[in-house]
């Protein structure tokens, strides 16, 4: 229970690797925001956090919208308090082939995983600042560091996020704001069958086939779990990890050595 009496932001955090982040900060003792566009999911999620004893609320937030993300923030700090934490989780995987025209897909992926990750850290930082204690985790991927093809947006978005991360680090670590990524590998969620079932169809593979070779290429024998992703952030916001800023760590079972 080491994060007793400060509050935390997930976003995107109705469902997958947000949720299970959501349902580990509750476990650690903090009082959580479960954020999401889906407004219903994320109250499915906070009312289950309440039920197992945590102190947490959903919010309908769209992280692209300025407005939206200042008015969100204002209610959820005059319910749970000042946030201390903030995991900018919110993501979206759209296939953009080069020679596609994809521009819609690229300002999307541009917009939720950069623009939404500062529009976040902007309204959030000036709390922490004024506590003298915060923590922004990013998520990245494995895909900011390797590229497969026909993931253009996707890759440029989570390579941005760890500069993103650098940056921030250096300019709130004067404040005591540790600001870290966390690069998941092949997590088994909604995001992770979508991009399989794209391949398959893409290249006439038998269904399932793709997550099931995936798997079997970790060194670790497994695809990850949600829960594996909210473990790491559980590090980053512990008083364990209070040396430790401007980092990215991979969490992938092995498939990839940074
Ligand atoms: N699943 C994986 O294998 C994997 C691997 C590497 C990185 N990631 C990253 O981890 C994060 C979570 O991935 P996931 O697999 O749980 O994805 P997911 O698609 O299951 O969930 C993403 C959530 O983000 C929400 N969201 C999307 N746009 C939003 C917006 N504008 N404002 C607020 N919420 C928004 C969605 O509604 C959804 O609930 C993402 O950033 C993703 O890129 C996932």
Same mark, same amino acid.
């Given at each position: ?36 566009? %889906? ?49 900018? %989780? ?47 985790? %990013?998520? #990245? ?12 947006? $996707? ?24 600001? %870290? ?48 992703? #909210? ?11 209070? $040396? ?11 498939? $990839?050595?940074?």
């Amino acid at each position: 229970m080491g994060l007793q009496g400060k509050a935390a932001l997930v976003t995107g955090a109705a469902q997958g690797i947000g949720a299970a982040i959501a349902a580990r900060l509750a476990q650690d003792g903090a009082a959580v925001a479960v954020i999401d566009i %889906n407004a219903e999911k994320a109250e499915e999620v906070a009312a289950a956090l309440r039920s197992g004893g945590a102190r947490a609320m959903s919010a309908a937030i769209d992280v692209t919208d300025r407005e939206n993300v200042a008015e969100g923030m204002g209610s959820v700090a005059a319910e749970l308090g000042p946030p201390h934490i903030l995991v900018n %989780n919110a993501g979206v995987y759209r296939s953009t082939p080069l020679l596609d025209d994809s521009s819609e897909s690229w300002d999307l992926s541009m917009d939720v995983m950069l623009k939404g990750v500062v529009v976040m850290a902007q309204e959030a930082a000036p709390h922490m600042i004024r506590a003298g204690w915060g923590r922004i985790i %990013n998520l #990245g991927s494995m895909m900011s560091s390797v590229a497969y093809g026909d993931d253009l947006a $996707y890759c440029t978005a989570k390579s941005g996020v760890l500069g993103l991360t650098r940056s921030l680090a250096a300019e709130l670590a004067k404040h005591n704001v540790c600001v %870290n990524a966390i690069c998941p590998g092949s997590i088994l969620t909604t995001m992770l069958e979508q991009v399989g079932q794209a391949v398959e169809k893409r290249d006439g593979l038998e269904t399932g086939s793709w997550l099931q070779k995936r798997a079997g290429e970790i060194p670790l024998g497994r695809l990850g779990l949600p829960e594996d992703i #909210g473990s790491a952030v559980s590090f980053f916001c512990s008083e364990d990890s209070s $040396y430790i800023t401007g980092q990215s760590l991979h969490v992938n079972g092995g498939i $990839y050595q940074s």
